[in-house]
């Protein structure tokens, strides 16, 4: 294949390719240029102080369930929801329930403002709920534990943390930082709708015809650099002063 043929590889290529690559490029930019710990708001979250259940505390609740008429659980984890004891029992199918230990009241799913207190003590600072809505499905934004509560907050950073109302627990942190983040991930996978799969067919195809053309580019650079020209004027120049020496005698 001449170096004709694969300009015109490359010239087509390029232009069928050209919206995606910047695409890639400028995506590339942003994910370097903003640390992962931040997209995730990992900077905005509070220290948490271990809060450990004593064994005797965690046994009378254990046992204060059971006087209740409280089934049996395949897993039943101890911790503390606001300060108070909290047992989360799980098991099977069914969605996990959580009970407090101190009186054996049934607490999930959790009521919007008790989804606003968890979310308010999650971050630094004083900041309180501005709106808190019900989550049953599952968007781009979150794919967590259903049904759950999404608490925004009016911090300028458009922050958003969503909490499973079964479990009583932070299951995603957003923001426009996050929200953005997600989009270019979308665009640099080629995956516009679900913004997650990076095995499609569309991503196969267009990072093989990148490579394509970036091969046809590196064929073509020494043409399109002269080095061709340059080698062929060399060539011709040696053939014509081996003409020009007489037979026999050295080439001066």
Do not use: C
């Amino acid at each position: 294949m001449g170096t004709g043929l694969w300009a015109k590889v490359h010239k087509w290529l390029a232009l069928l390719m050209a919206v995606q690559i910047m695409l890639w490029f400028a995506s590339g930019l942003f994910f370097a240029w903003f640390p992962i710990e931040r997209v995730r708001g990992e900077h905005a979250r509070a220290e948490q102080a271990a809060a450990p259940v004593p064994l005797d505390e965690a046994a009378a609740g254990l046992a204060r369930l059971q006087g209740t008429g409280v089934g049996p659980a395949e897993k039943v984890e101890i911790r503390r929801l606001l300060g108070r004891p909290v047992a989360l029992a799980s098991g099977g199918e069914g969605r996990p329930v959580l009970y407090d230990l101190a009186d054996g009241r049934r607490l999930s799913p959790l009521p919007m403002n008790v989804a606003a207190q968890i979310a308010e003590a999650d971050l630094v600072g004083e900041l309180r709920a501005a709106r808190v809505s019900r989550v049953t499905g599952e968007t781009t934004e979150y794919r967590g534990p259903l049904p759950a509560w999404r608490v925004d907050f009016e911090d300028g950073e458009g922050r958003a943390i969503y909490v499973a109302a079964d479990t009583g627990l932070v299951t995603a942190r957003r923001s426009t930082l996050w929200r953005a983040y997600d989009f270019l991930w979308g665009l640099h996978i080629m995956d516009w709708r679900g913004h997650e799969d990076f095995n499609s067919w569309l991503l196969i195809i267009a990072t093989l015809l990148a490579t394509i053309m970036s091969i046809a580019g590196i064929i073509i650079l020494p043409r399109r650099l002269g080095l061709t020209r340059w080698l062929r004027r060399r060539r011709l120049a040696r053939e014509a002063s081996g003409a020009q020496t007489p037979s026999g005698a050295p080439p001066v």
